[in-house]
C-alpha cells in the first residue's frame, strides 16, 4: 500500500501550481502587449486585424504618426472647489496608449490648493513637479506618514494602492505630470468615497463620531464632476 504522503504528492503539486500562477497574475500590472501596438478601429470602413483588451486594432498599414502624439495638457483644465485641475490622458482620450499599460495626467494647483487624499487600486504613481512647491506625501499599511516638501525638478512615487496626497504650500500655482504604470489606474477620493457613495448615515456616525447634520453638510461639500481625474 502506497504511503499517504506520496499518494497527495500529485495534489499538493498542482495546488502549488495553482497558486503561484494566481500570485503571479495578480502582483502583475497591466498585460504586456503581443504586438508592437493598437491604435483602436473606431470607423468601420477599417481593415480590421485581431483583438486585444476588448478593443479591434487598426491595420497598422493606416496608422499615422498623429495618432501617437497628444497636445491636451499643454494649459491646466477647470479647477475645482479645493484648487485642483486635473487632466488625465488614457487611451479614451489619446488612443496611442491602448495596450501600452501606462497613462498620465497633468494636474495643478492653485496657492493653497490641494489633491484630496486618495488611491489607486491598479497602478503605482510616480509624480513630477513641473513648476512650483508641494507638500507631498503617502500614508503607507500601518498607517505611517512619508511626506515632505518636493519643489520643481524633483520627483516622488506612491506605491500601489495607497493613500497619497498634494497640497500646494508655494507663493504661486504649482504644475505636476504624473505618470502611472496602467493604463486605466482608477481612483478612490476618500471624501467622494466616504460621504458621496451612500453609506449608511448611522455607519457613519458611529465611525467618525459625527451628529448627522455634520454628514450632511461633508455630503453637500462634495461634488463630483469638479473632482474628476487621476492624480
Known sequence: MPKKGKKMYPKLAFFLSILSLHILTTSASDPDPVQDFCIPNTELG???????????????????????????IKS?????????????????????????GMSFVRADLKVGGINAPHFHP???EIAYVVQGKVYSGFVDSTNKVFAKIIEQGEVMVFPRGLVHF??????????????????????????NV????GINDELL?????????QISVMRRK???PQEQGNV
Do not use: D, W, Y
Not at 477599417?46 to 491636451?72: D, I, Y
Not at 491646466?76 to 501600452?100: D, E, H, K, R, Y
Open 46 to 72: 477599417s481593415t480590421r486585424t485581431s483583438r486585444f483588451n476588448l478593443e479591434t486594432c487598426k491595420n497598422p498599414k493606416e496608422v499615422s504618426p498623429e495618432e501617437f502624439v497628444f497636445s491636451g
Open 76 to 100: 491646466p483644465g477647470n479647477f475645482s472647489n479645493t484648487g485642483l485641475s486635473a487632466i488625465s490622458v488614457n487611451p479614451t482620450v489619446f488612443p496611442g496608449l491602448n495596450t501600452l
Open 122 to 124: 491598479r497602478a503605482t
Open 166 to 191: 498634494q497640497m500646494n504650500v508655494g507663493k504661486s500655482s504649482a504644475t505636476i505630470f504624473g505618470s502611472f504604470n496602467s493604463q486605466n489606474p482608477g481612483t478612490h477620493r476618500i471624501p
Open 194 to 197: 466616504i460621504f458621496g457613495s
Open 205 to 213: 456616525e458611529k465611525a467618525f463620531g459625527l451628529t448627522l447634520e
Open 222 to 224: 462634495i461634488i463630483f
